[in-house]
T-cell receptor, first 113, second 110 residues
Framework: NAGVTQTPKFQVLKTGQSMTLQCAQDMNHEYMSWYRQDPGMGLRLIHYSVGAGITDQGEVPNGYNVSRSTTEDFPLRLLSAAPSQTSVYFCASIPGGGYTEAFFGQGTRLTVV | DAKTTQPNSMESNEEEPVHLPCNHS???????IHWYRQLPSQGPEYVIH???SNVNNRMASLAIAEDRKSSTLILHRATLRDAAVYYC???????????FGQGTELSVKP
């Protein structure tokens, strides 16, 4: 049981490049979400999903796309990377609702130059 | 989405109890109160959660006010390993998104 797995752990992009951050969970959780954490700040919600085929925007969705074709995977796509997207990205999953705990991945540290 | 308010930082001495407060005056009846902590360079880690009654687990205790507008995370004996940022979060019973505030940075002195 691996929990929540994020890949890659580190990435450097040039401005304008695109890439996909991967997030996978093997716990059959319904809800998954993506966050970014800038230095010295709390986590901010980018996008979230309440089940396969259903996604919605969070607090800071601009510049990011998501899809949820399977329960297990929730990739985050950067369409045209900008230096302002330099951050640490975390993925989380939760079985369903607030009555149980959320699980987080170890994060992807992204630098856009 | 209901918001939470926490002090930016707190200090504690090792092996003493720590009480971390959280205000959530706009909480709804179906919001669960969750606490997570984040060690440097790591993802957030679950600590405890509750709805209305006080809760205990091996890591901590959660005291919830009768009107549910505030809660307190209690670490019974702080250790150096408890130094982290602690986040108080409300999670809607039917939803899975977490809205983080700034959290409380806890430092523990030997």
């Amino acid at each position: 049981n691996a929990g929540v797995t994020q890949t890659p752990k580190f990435q450097v992009l040039k401005t304008g490049q695109s890439m996909t951050l991967q997030c996978a969970q093997d716990m059959n959780h319904e809800y998954m979400s993506w966050y970014r954490q800038d230095p010295g700040m709390g986590l901010r919600l980018i996008h979230y999903s309440v089940g396969a085929g259903i996604t919605d925007q969070g607090e800071v969705p601009n510049g990011y796309n998501v899809s949820r074709s399977t329960t297990e995977d929730f990739p985050l796509r950067l369409l045209s990377a900008a230096p302002s997207q330099t951050s640490v990205y975390f993925c989380a999953s939760i079985p369903g609702g607030g009555y149980t705990e959320a699980f987080f991945g170890q994060g992807t540290r992204l630098t856009v130059v | 989405d209901a918001k939470t308010t926490q002090p930016n930082s707190m200090e504690s001495n090792e092996e003493e109890p720590v009480h971390l407060p959280c205000n959530h005056s706009t909480i709804s009846g179906t919001d669960y109160i969750h606490w997570y902590r984040q060690l440097p360079s790591q993802g957030p880690e679950y600590v405890i959660h509750g709805l209305t009654s006080n809760v205990n687990n091996r890591m901590a205790s959660l005291a919830i006010a009768e009107d549910r507008k505030s809660s307190t995370l209690i670490l019974h004996r702080a250790t150096l390993r408890d130094a982290a940022v602690y986040y108080c979060i409300l999670i809607y019973n039917q939803g899975g998104k977490l809205i983080f505030g700034q959290g409380t940075e806890l430092s523990v002195k030997p």
